[in-house]
């Protein structure tokens, strides 16, 4: 089983309407963990996409 940890955050007001209104009690946890897990990925992503430009970028003024 997976640790988990209890969190305690603030958004605004409409945000959490919103959630309360669509997503269930029970499962805003596992909501929250995945809007949080996707946005990280994209995080990820962007960072790699970063490293890999200055990469090709270092290799192209090298061959220059």
């Not at 409409?14 to 946005?39: C, G, M, P, W, Y």
Request: glycine letters at 2%.
């Amino acid at each position: 089983m997976v640790k988990t940890l209890k969190l305690n955050f603030t958004v605004p007001e409409d945000v959490a309407d919103e959630l309360k209104n669509r997503v269930s009690k029970s499962h805003r946890s596992a909501f929250v963990t995945e809007a949080i897990q996707k946005r990280l990925e994209e995080l990820k992503k962007k960072d790699l996409e970063k490293e890999l430009e200055e990469g090709y970028k270092a290799r192209r003024d090298e061959s220059l």
